[in-house]
């Protein structure tokens, strides 16, 4: 369950409502795009624990040390703050899909759809969000939300053993196609389940795992997403399929239609648990990713004034405070065996290939040891920012966890949404527009992870085979076509021309990331020689 918050963030009003819009206007033709979506997940959020892991610090360091120079006013890297606005527009929005999606839970409980209704349910869902977040109560909640939600994947499971599958139309949809005018849909599809800041998420969580737990976690989370999605999607071609008519009140018709009457209550609940599970893990998740992005961590000084390793000695070590806090233990990589006996105070001694500074410490607190995250919680002790000790947030300032500009993210994105939820906006329209923001931003978060992937300051210990540069580059071409095709599509109206034009704008943009990674390769390839001949060397003196 240590990554069971992806799931959380990716399973919510969003899509409940997108897959049920495709299968009523498209049936299964887009089926593909889930699959597409589930590859894409795994492969980022893989990726970005992965570095994490080996380098030993966030995603969003990990940035902030590969693009290295600062924009002036911020002492920023400018890549990162432009990231960093991203995701809290793409999060902002995520939040108010989350927000409109509990006014539907609630209408599917026959609860009245006045204004006076909407407003006060609005307030009310903000202010639990914001309190269960400042207040430490995700621990008490976060089992009985997961059972809930659960509860409407079996819904959805037995509501499409009912309708029943076409395997000829099931296969059909596998086939990668985009019918006329769903590129937006097509988008939404990818962008509802591969969501830009879980990569983020992923890589916080990574802290004090090793590589196979890490895989098997977010590969369960990512399989458990994508099947709810096909189950969904199946569902919704039970629906009207005339796109004017569709509404999000059609969902719960159509379960108790196969399934009686408490079918639509238990989607009320399931749909209201899963929009507050996910409003609490993309407030949090937007206030990490930024923190990561903009703060500099504290255990270590400014790139500026960190000083460069010497190698003038082949046996020289150096010490890696600035890389890992006493009592941090080192996270085995695949096949490494941990050491018997507690070695918890053990500085890691790593020896450099070449003059480089050492990475710097994750911005959170010491990573914990294996098996001792929370069993109850969803949230790993990594993302449980108010389990943490007043002293461990001295350091940080502002962009500490109880700072006032990380709780202000938190406070910021549950006003806006209650903005918007309260205003009465239509809700396919709002999630609609939250899943085109995300997918526009999703290439370029695999973009920027590509090349901290490929920097052999942060890689050079596990470096990146061919196989997985293959996977994150064709990843990366397939978010670049999807954004691409929807952006053009809304000024070309020709079919043909809009397939052209993404495809050249894809291979425009691809080329020179490709370009990138094998010079990486070549580059790290050349530090392993040197090493090689070091310890060669160094092996016939002793002789």
């Known amino acids: 369950l240590h990554f069971s918050m992806l799931a959380a963030s990716t399973i919510g009003p969003g899509t409940v409502i997108v897959c049920s819009k495709s299968g009523a206007d498209y049936g299964l033709r887009l089926i593909w795009t889930l699959v597409l979506a589930s590859w894409i997940a795994y492969t980022l959020q893989e990726g970005a624990a992965r570095l994490c892991i080996v380098s030993h610090v966030s995603f969003g360091q990990a940035m902030r040390m590969h693009f290295g120079s600062?924009?002036?006013?911020?002492?920023?890297?400018?890549?990162?703050?432009?990231?960093?606005?991203?995701?809290?527009?793409?999060?902002?929005?995520?939040?108010?899909?989350?927000?409109?999606?509990?006014?539907?839970?609630?209408?599917?409980?026959?609860?009245?759809?006045?204004?006076?209704a909407r407003v006060l349910m609005s307030f009310v869902f903000g202010v639990l969000c914001v309190?269960?977040?400042?207040?430490?109560?995700?621990?008490?909640?976060?089992?009985?939300?997961?059972?809930?939600?659960?509860?409407?994947?079996?819904?959805?499971?037995?509501?499409?053993?009912?309708?029943?599958?076409?395997?000829?139309?099931?296969?059909?949809?596998?086939?990668?196609?985009?019918?006329?005018?769903?590129?937006?849909?097509?988008?939404s599809m990818v962008a509802t389940t591969a969501i830009p800041f879980n990569s983020f998420l992923a890589s916080s969580a990574a802290e004090g795992r090793d590589v196979a737990s890490m895989r098997r976690g977010i590969g369960f989370s990512c399989l458990m997403a994508g099947i709810l999605s096909v189950l969904i999607v199946i569902t919704g071609t039970d629906l009207d399929d005339d796109d004017s008519d569709f509404t999000v009140g059609d969902v719960p018709s159509a379960l108790k239609k196969r399934q009686g009457a408490f079918a639509g209550f238990a989607f009320g609940v399931g749909l209201l648990a899963a929009a507050f599970s996910s409003a609490l893990t993309v407030a949090v998740g937007a206030a990490i990713t930024v923190q990561s992005l903009m703060s500099t961590p504290p255990s270590a000084?400014?790139?500026?004034?960190?000083?460069?390793?010497?190698?003038?000695?082949?046996?020289?070590?150096?010490?890696?405070?600035?890389?890992?806090?006493?009592?941090t233990?080192?996270?085995?990589?695949?096949?490494?065996?941990?050491?018997?006996?507690?070695?918890?105070?053990?500085?890691?001694?790593?020896?450099?290939?070449?003059?480089?500074?050492?990475?710097?410490?994750?911005?959170?607190?010491?990573?914990?040891?294996?098996?001792?995250?929370?069993?109850?919680?969803?949230?790993?002790?990594?993302?449980?920012?108010?389990?943490?000790?007043?002293?461990?947030?001295?350091?940080?300032?502002?962009?500490?966890?109880?700072?006032?500009?990380?709780?202000?993210?938190?406070?910021?994105?549950?006003?806006?949404?209650?903005?918007?939820?309260?205003?009465?906006?239509?809700?396919?329209?709002?999630?609609?527009?939250?899943?085109?923001?995300?997918?526009?931003?999703?290439?370029?978060?695999?973009?920027?992870?590509?090349?901290?992937?490929n920097d052999a300051r942060l890689m050079r210990s596990r470096p990146m085979t061919v196989g997985e540069n293959v996977q994150v580059v064709l990843v990366s071409a397939a978010t670049l076509f999807l954004a691409a095709n929807t952006i053009i599509g809304a000024a070309v109206s020709s079919e043909l021309i809009k397939m052209t034009c993404s495809a050249g704008a894809m291979i425009v943009l691809i080329t020179p990331l490709v370009m990138h990674v094998v010079k990486a390769q070549s580059q790290l390839k050349h530090y392993a020689a040197a090493e090689q001949r070091t310890i060669t060397s160094e092996a016939t003196d002793a002789a």
């Open 131 to 187: 309190v269960t977040l400042l207040s430490g109560k995700v621990d008490h909640i976060s089992q009985p939300l997961g059972l809930v939600v659960v509860l409407m994947v079996v819904l959805f499971g037995i509501s499409a053993m009912m309708i029943g599958v076409d395997g000829e139309d099931f296969g059909i949809g596998l086939v990668p196609y985009i019918p006329p005018g769903a590129s937006v849909i097509a988008l």
């Open 329 to 453: 233990p080192h996270a085995p990589l695949d096949g490494e065996a941990e050491e018997k006996g507690d070695k918890s105070t053990e500085m890691v001694t790593v020896k450099p290939v070449e003059p480089v500074s050492p990475p710097y410490a994750s911005s959170s607190s010491p990573l914990p040891s294996q098996g001792q995250e929370s069993k109850k919680s969803v949230f790993p002790e990594s993302l449980r920012f108010w389990k943490r000790q007043p002293e461990e947030f001295k350091v940080h300032g502002t962009w500490s966890r109880r700072g006032w500009r990380f709780r202000g993210i938190i406070i910021g994105l549950a006003m806006l949404s209650f903005a918007v939820g309260a205003s009465g906006m239509p809700t396919v329209s709002v999630v609609l527009t939250a899943q085109v923001v995300n997918g526009i931003l999703l290439p370029c978060i695999a973009v920027c992870l590509v090349l901290c992937l």
């Open 70 to 116: 600062s924009e002036a006013l911020t002492n920023v890297p400018l890549v990162c703050s432009v990231v960093a606005i991203g995701i809290l527009i793409g999060n902002a929005a995520y939040e108010a899909n989350n927000f409109v999606g509990a006014l539907e839970a609630v209408y599917a409980l026959t609860l009245p759809q006045t204004v006076a």
């Open 301 to 327: 000084p400014p790139p500026s004034s960190r000083p460069a390793l010497s190698s003038a000695s082949s046996s020289t070590d150096f010490d890696l405070q600035d890389v890992e806090p006493k009592g």
